[in-house]
T-cell receptor, first 111, second 112 residues
Framework: GQQLNQSPQSMFIQEGEDVSMNCTSSSIFNTWLWYKQDPGEGPVLLIALYKAGELTSNGRLTAQFGITRKDSFLNISASIPSDVGIYFC???????????FGTGTKLQVIP | NAGVTQTPKFQVLKTGQSMTLQCAQDMNHNSMYWYRQDPGMGLRLIYYSASEGTTDKGEVPNGYNVSRLNKREFSLRLESAAPSQTSVYFCAIHSGSTGELFFGEGSRLTVL
């Protein structure tokens, strides 16, 4: 089946540093989504991308839909302690087509 | 997580027992999903329902059954629970117009 390879698996960073994580696949997708999951909660959508090459920001977060439609990255600038959590990429064919998730990046921020 | 309600939030079962996880949505979307989440495994799709009256298998359907009772409700049933089914289960609804998924808060199941 379709697989998303997400990296890195985990990160320890100092407060104030920038963070970058990415997702790659051998399949082409029409939609890329980035989620954050806090402990004991369900994933919450951060950014949705719909067009190859699209670059979208949400506050300190920026995500890009790769031009090959097989990858995406998420950047977090000037990290703060509340950025701690697990970040998931997800991708789908668009519309009602199934959405596949990456294995997640666990982010820890050292104050 | 507003709009997607899962019950129960916690459950402990003995091997062989059965139970049903309930999911209800008030966002009027057609498509609903059940995922399980295990450490280091991300979210794996168990079953999904593209619309009322239809269900399809996902990546890991064995040991589960589902029922799309109406547009609002999608239930996941374990007929004979096994320790390998210890996990956190998430229901999600899928917006066909945007492709986005909206998740419930999760149901934490332990099978002893």
């Amino acid at each position: 089946g379709q697989q998303l390879n997400q990296s890195p698996q985990s990160m320890f960073i100092q407060e104030g540093e920038d963070v970058s994580m990415n997702c790659t696949s051998s399949s082409i997708f029409n939609t890329w989504l980035w989620y954050k999951q806090d402990p004991g909660e369900g994933p919450v959508l951060l950014i949705a991308l719909y067009k190859a090459g699209e670059l979208t920001s949400n506050g300190r977060l920026t995500a890009q839909f790769g031009i090959t439609r097989k990858d995406s990255f998420l950047n977090i600038s000037a990290s703060i302690p509340s950025d701690v959590g697990i970040y998931f990429c997800a991708a789908g064919g668009g519309g009602y087509q199934k959405v596949t998730f990456g294995t997640g990046t666990k982010l820890q921020v050292i104050p | 997580n507003a709009g997607v309600t899962q019950t129960p939030k916690f459950q402990v079962l003995k091997t062989g027992q059965s139970m049903t996880l309930q999911c209800a949505q008030d966002m009027n979307h057609n498509s609903m999903y059940w995922y399980r989440q295990d450490p280091g495994m991300g979210l794996r799709l168990i079953y999904y329902s593209a619309s009322e009256g239809t269900t399809d298998k996902g990546e890991v359907p064995n040991g589960y059954n589902v029922s799309r009772l109406n547009k609002r409700e999608f239930s996941l049933r374990l007929e004979s629970a096994a320790p390998s089914q210890t996990s956190v289960y998430f229901c999600a609804i899928h917006s066909g117009s945007t492709g986005e998924l909206f998740f419930g808060e999760g149901s934490r199941l332990t099978v002893l």
